[in-house]
């Protein structure tokens, strides 16, 4: 415990640092969270739900009832044939309200490149989203996560972006839903990239989520689990650059020590940097790794925010 807050004393000093000369020394933020207040990426259980060891309708009760969590972030492609179902959503968010659970946002993947160089491919992947969107208003939540992916040269490609998440984020504020971009491999996980991206839409409805992972520029999907990455972002510079625009941030977990420490991600270092912004939304859970079953690395992850969080007072 003791070398784990020298550790936390000694990260705090390079945050300090960073924050001083980055976009958190120009942003405006609220009191700090006495405690955090936890989300469970439904990502944290794909391999049950990929066995049908459980059901995706049956998320939002197996997070209160089996890890004692009240809100929940859900993924599209456990629910592709219900995308445009009003009345699948309407049910999905009465199972969640009887289970006392939030429902705050849907992950959104494989729905067209956003950034494609050709202008019909981004207006079809525009309005791909449009669905998840619908589904989010009627579950009561408050964003989407999608990807900034394409191709082309670097200034094209902004150019593609600017446009199709403009468009986006016009439509999803019509319906009161927010826009958010997470660090998902290549470009998305350039932070400075992106948020100058966000600053040239200049929208409210357009903003990150930032995750612990996946800050790896050479691959797509952005995992850095396996050190094989040849090119990564510095996570706390990054993670510091999305957190003024952040509606949501995401727990990122691969693997525990017998401390139950993350031995992978300077978990310390991440989450002052999160408390220190005075960002107040739920923090989501997102264990990835293969050490511990699903169900032990969730436990294992919450139990590590929740010690965190008390000695960063």
């Known amino acids: 415990m003791n070398k784990r807050r020298s550790f936390i004393k000694n990260s705090s000093l390079f ?82 309200g009887n289970a006392g659970v939030t429902s705050l946002l849907i992950m959104v993947d494989e729905e067209g490149e956003l950034g494609h160089p050709q202008a019909r491919e981004r207006q079809l992947a525009v309005e791909n989203h449009y669905k998840w969107i619908h589904a989010t208003k009627l579950l009561g ?75 790896c520029l050479s691959t797509q999907w952005g995992s850095t689990q396996d050190g094989q990455c040849k090119e990564v972002y510095d996570p706390l510079k990054g993670v510091a650059e999305f957190l003024p625009f952040a509606k949501g941030v995401s727990a990122k977990s691969y693997a525990f020590d017998e401390s139950g420490n993350e031995t992978l991600i300077n978990y310390p270092a991440l989450l002052k940097l999160v408390r220190d912004s005075g960002y107040n939304g739920h923090i989501g859970i997102e264990y990835e790794g293969m050490g511990l079953s699903e169900p032990e690395g969730i436990r294992a992850t919450k139990d590590l925010l929740l010690s965190l969080w008390k000695e960063l007072d």
């Not at 209160?64 to 044939?81: H, L, M, P």
């Not at 319906?175 to 958010?180: A, N, Q």
């Open 15 to 96: 945050t300090l640092g960073c924050s001083l000369t980055g976009p958190l020394a120009h942003a405006v933020y609220p009191t700090a969270m006495s405690k955090p207040k936890l989300s469970l990426a439904q990502w944290s259980l794909h391999r049950a739900l990929e066995k049908k060891d459980i059901r995706a309708e049956d998320f939002a009760a197996i997070a209160q009832t089996d890890y004692g969590i009240a809100a929940v972030e859900y993924v599209n492609s456990f629910y592709r044939e219900h995308g445009s179902d009003e009345t699948f959503w309407q049910h999905m968010k009465e199972r969640a």
């Open 141 to 215: 939540g408050h964003s989407i996560r999608v990807n900034a992916f394409g191709s082309g040269r670097r200034e094209a490609l902004r150019e593609a972006l600017i446009e199709s998440l403009g468009q986006l984020a016009e439509y999803s504020a019509g319906e009161g839903i927010h826009v958010l971009l997470e660090n998902h491999g290549l470009h998305t996980s350039d932070a400075g990239f992106v948020v100058d991206i966000i600053k040239a839409v200049n929208s409210p409805y357009l903003g990150t989520l930032p995750d612990f992972g996946n800050w």
